[in-house]
């Protein structure tokens, strides 16, 4: 069975490690659906969120050659049931006068915000969950997308346990 799956990387803040960390990848056939990159409280310390598709035994490989990247300080396979998982998208909507009351019923029941509208288009901005932003994007096929950009899965786990390199297993323990 081939299932989603959120993968947390902790590495070291050098230029080029994400390079390799895709690199790693590519390389051994791994797809990567999305990958979010962002700094930490620790500024030499950068969190790689990594969304992939893989049975099992596919993960477990990708885990395992990514622990060897000499930068790579932690992993972390994120429990869907414990994280808390944010995706943002911009989409704009070629639009006339009388597409916005229907446009506008959706985004409230979405909870999605206008944040900009011209005369023949409008932006709109959601953040949610990965199938919250599926539903909506399929609800709003009827219109017709301009473009759209969607950052990625980012994620944190609840609880007070901090995910740092100090705390979790890593392939220098």
């Known amino acids: 069975m081939m299932d989603k799956t959120i993968i947390a990387l902790m590495v070291e803040n050098n230029a080029g490690v994400l390079s390799r960390v895709a690199m790693l990848f590519g390389r051994r056939g791994f797809n990567i659906d999305s990958l979010t990159v962002s700094a930490t409280e620790n500024p030499d310390i950068s969190r790689i969120t990594i969304t992939t598709t893989g049975n099992e035994n596919v993960i477990k490989q990708i885990i395992l050659q990514t622990r060897k990247l000499v930068e790579v300080l932690a992993v972390r396979v994120e429990d869907p049931l414990v994280a808390i998982q944010r995706e943002l998208l911009l989409l704009k909507l070629r639009t006339c006068e009388n597409d916005l009351t229907g446009i506008s019923a959706i985004c409230s029941?979405?909870?999605?915000?206008?944040?900009?509208l011209s005369e023949n288009s409008l932006i709109i901005e959601l953040t949610g969950k990965p199938g919250k932003i599926d539903a909506f994007l399929a609800v709003?096929?009827?219109?017709e997308i301009i473009e759209q950009c969607r950052t990625g899965v980012t994620t944190i786990e609840?609880?007070?346990?901090?995910?740092?390199?100090?705390?979790?297993?890593?392939?220098r323990s």
Do not use: C, M, P
């Open 109 to 116: 029941i979405y909870e999605a915000q206008i944040v900009d």
């Open 140 to 143: 709003l096929r009827k219109y």
């Open 158 to 171: 609840r609880g007070e346990d901090a995910f740092t390199y100090q705390n979790t297993e890593s392939h």
